[in-house]
């Protein structure tokens, strides 16, 4: 699990927009969760992420096989990423946020707090629905 004191990127990476995992430990962590697959299994595994100069997400294998994923599918890729990981966003963080704007004298901060909680929101799925959960 990624260590959520530290940046994602390096400011190198950040300025390059490109990433690229290492080898053996791209190696060992599916070693360690592919078990269940199969010999056969042909998951292939992302080895390189940057962003292009149109603001697509560049997503690249190790034989180099390339996908970009559009802008408009961006949201989508950093909510699926974040969700249910250390350094994600919680229902708790965004009501933190509301609360602090509810505090706050100061209008320019509360908005600035609100449109973050509204950012982060828009990151998070929706709460369980209660009559599908009794169900279940």
Same mark, same amino acid.
């Given at each position: 699990?990624?260590?959520?004191?530290?940046? =994602?990127?390096?400011?190198?990476?950040?300025?390059?927009?490109? +990433?690229?995992?290492?080898?053996?430990?791209?190696?060992?962590?599916?070693?360690?969760?592919?078990?269940?697959? *199969?010999?056969?299994?042909?998951?292939? +595994?992302?080895?390189?992420? *940057?962003?292009?100069?149109? *603001?697509?997400?560049?997503?690249?294998?190790?034989?180099h096989d390339r996908v970009l994923v559009p802008p408009?599918?961006?949201?989508?890729?950093?909510?699926?990423?974040?969700?249910?990981?250390?350094? *994600?966003?919680?229902? =708790?963080?965004?009501?933190?946020?509301?609360?602090? =704007?509810?505090?706050?004298?100061?209008?320019?901060?509360?908005?600035?707090?609100?449109?973050?909680?509204?950012?982060?929101?828009?990151?998070?799925?929706?709460?369980?629905?209660?009559?599908?959960?009794?169900?279940?």
């Amino acid at each position: 699990m990624s260590d959520t004191s530290s940046p =994602a990127l390096t400011p190198e990476q950040w300025e390059s927009r490109d +990433y690229r995992q290492v080898a053996r430990d791209l190696d060992r962590w599916a070693k360690a969760h592919t078990k269940r697959a *199969g010999p056969d299994d042909s998951t292939e +595994y992302v080895a390189k992420l *940057g962003l292009d100069e149109s *603001g697509a997400v560049i997503v690249m294998n190790r034989a180099h096989d390339r996908v970009l994923v559009p802008p408009p599918a961006r949201a989508v890729l950093a909510a699926f990423a974040l969700a249910d990981q250390p350094f *994600g966003f919680t229902p =708790a963080d965004v009501h933190a946020l509301e609360r602090a =704007a509810a505090e706050t004298r100061d209008e320019a901060v509360a908005a600035a707090l609100r449109s973050l909680g509204d950012r982060l929101q828009a990151l998070l799925p929706p709460p369980p629905n209660p009559s599908t959960q009794s169900r279940a």
